[in-house]
């Protein structure tokens, strides 16, 4: 019985983490407002080594549609420049030989939908990924049923793990809603 406790318990973290996976690229996803994390994927050639734009400059937020980029180090600013630029976020910096300023505009209808099908189709391969995990964990128990396990403990076991993918397919239904208002919100 302890196998199949095991089995149910890493299949409740490998959903757990398809779903913490899709809140982690959502946050990429640009809605109205300016977030740092918008440029968390962007590369920098920085001190003859590729490094994360947050582990050469300090990004902050002074409104709701402007990005601040301050480098630790002046020499590298133009290297942050180009890496924003050729980043395939399609933004624009402007450098004023201290610090980049980054301003958002607004959100046209047409990017708003395009955001938003971008959005749920992050969603579709979260729900794939805990379909996927729902599939092993049944393999796993119907061995488990070959190696001894009574077929009613190994029913139930099955029941659960259904339970458990309705509860984070649930979860990522409730996630996209979140950020399909964030998106649409003028």
Not at 11 to 31: A, C, F, G, N, P
Not at 44 to 65: C, F, H, K, Q, W
Not at 152 to 171: G, H, I, V
């Amino acid at each position: 019985m302890s196998d199949v406790k095991t089995v149910l318990e890493e299949t409740s973290q490998q959903m757990e983490k398809s779903v913490s996976h899709l809140q982690q690229e959502l946050v990429r996803v640009r809605t109205g407002k300016a977030n740092p994390a918008l440029l968390d994927g962007i590369m920098v050639e920085a001190y003859g080594s590729m490094m994360t734009l947050s582990s050469v400059a300090n990004i902050t937020t002074p409104d709701a549609r402007t990005l601040v980029v301050q480098p630790w180090d002046k020499s590298t600013l133009r290297d942050i420049e180009t890496a924003i630029i050729n980043s395939s976020l399609g933004l624009n910096p402007g450098n004023d030989g201290e610090i980049i300023r980054i301003n958002l505009p607004p959100l046209t209808e047409e990017r708003r939908k395009d955001l938003l099908k971008l959005a749920k189709s992050m969603g579709e391969e979260a729900k794939v990924a805990i379909r996927n995990v729902r599939r092993d964990a049944n393999e796993r128990i119907k061995k488990l049923q070959k190696e001894g396990l009574a077929e009613d403990a190994a029913k139930d076991a099955e029941a659960k793990t259904q339970q458990l993918t309705d509860r984070m397919s649930l979860k990522v239904d409730e996630v996209l809603a979140a950020k399909e208002k964030e998106i649409m919100t003028v």
